[in-house]
């Protein structure tokens, strides 16, 4: 069973998360989690300038996922930074290259979720996660979150991501903080979650 993890990442802090999710995904019996990136709009010398590169060093080599690549998951789980309370544009031009998908309703019937990242605690987490959702329920996707039998999120002994939208991350204004061990938990379980639902529904 193939769970396709599509991302979108600067810094790092989605790509970890990333890695967590697959981890999940990969703890249900016949499940595959397949980590790939979305394709990259801004120039090198860009990202250069944003000082980006080398945190992306451990990423670039990465397949860049294609529609098709969603057309033959079994699930599929969004992971996308903020901007301004919606996906980040990256990860919007390539769900507008879906169109085709949309058409023969390819992803009708998949089940999927997302994951995210701010750089406050409340910079949009739950708008960005809810304003996807907006996409894939028109793709006829089904949509799973991150339930509160996954107790880190109801903690209040530390500053923390995470909602039943999905799992989140919080990289401070300057990108120093990277996901902490309960937000990495929070998107195992959404990962596990999900391929748990997609191996009932395909079974």
């Known amino acids: 069973m193939r769970v396709v993890i599509p991302f979108y990442s600067l810094y ?3 790509y970890k998360m990333a890695q967590a999710v697959k981890e999940g995904v ?35 080599t990465l397949p860049v ?4 690549d969603l057309a033959n998951a ?17 990860m919007r031009q390539f769900l507008d290259s ?13 089940v999927g979720g997302v994951f995210t990242s701010t ?35 109801t903690t209040l002994e530390e500053i ?9 991350t919080i990289a401070d204004g300057d990108g120093s903080r990277m996901p902490s061990k309960n937000e990495l938990e929070g998107a ?3 990962g596990r979650y999900i391929a748990g639902i997609a191996k009932k529904l395909k079974g």
């Open 160 to 168: 923390s991501g995470g909602s039943p939208y999905g799992a989140s």
């Open 119 to 153: 750089a406050t605690q409340h910079g949009g987490q739950e708008s960005t996660i809810l304003s996807t959702h907006t996409t894939m329920l028109h793709q006829g996707m089904i949509i799973a979150g991150l339930p509160y039998t996954f107790q880190g999120q």
């Open 74 to 90: 079994d699930a599929i789980i969004f992971g996308t930074p903020t901007r301004f309370g919606n996906m980040i544009g990256q």
């Open 12 to 14: 790092g802090h989605i």
């Open 188 to 190: 195992r379980y959404q």
């Open 26 to 60: 990969e703890q249900v019996e016949g499940a595959e989690g397949i980590i790939m990136r979305v394709p990259e709009t801004l120039p090198d010398e860009v990202i250069e300038k944003m000082g980006a590169m080398e945190a992306q060093k451990s990423f670039r």
């Open 65 to 68: 996922a294609t529609p098709d």
């Open 98 to 110: 879906t169109g085709g998908l949309w058409a023969e309703g390819k992803l009708v019937g998949k």
